[in-house]
């Protein structure tokens, strides 16, 4: 089992920037992949970003060029970065992780607001 506590989001203006953390405990030495999802009003989950534990990561397009994904493997912490951000951007953004037997988590989400 592996429990995850988000921090960061809140409401920021347009083109400003926001930071996300997230500290998994209980079998991390388990833990493959770690990331952020979100999920907007009315639509579904969709990827942000993820990094594996070697420092492989994968962005979502519309993150691409905007956003920074980190982890630190012996914290087991997994940290967003985000900038330029939008009204689009909008939504409950979840951390996320895989472990090594294809198990997944999720955190109880932090809201991120955008204002234009």
């Known amino acids: 089992q592996v429990q995850l506590v988000e921090s960061g989001g809140g409401l920021v203006q347009a083109g400003g920037s926001l930071t996300l953390s997230c500290a998994a405990s209980?079998?991390?030495?388990?833990?493959?992949?770690m990331g952020w999802y979100r999920q907007a009003p009315g639509k579904r989950r969709e990827l942000v970003a993820t990094?594996?534990?070697?420092?492989?990561?994968n962005y979502a397009d519309f993150v691409k060029g905007r956003g920074t994904v980190s982890r630190d493997n012996a914290k087991a912490t997994v940290t967003l970065q985000m900038n330029n951000l939008k009204p689009e951007d909008t939504a409950v953004y979840y951390c996320?992780?895989?472990?090594?037997?294809?198990?997944?988590?999720w955190g109880q989400g932090t809201q991120v607001t955008v204002s234009s």
């Open positions: 209980g079998s991390i030495r388990s833990i493959s992949v």
């Open positions: 990094i594996r534990s070697g420092g492989s990561t």
């Open positions: 996320y992780t895989l472990t090594q037997s294809i198990e997944t988590y």
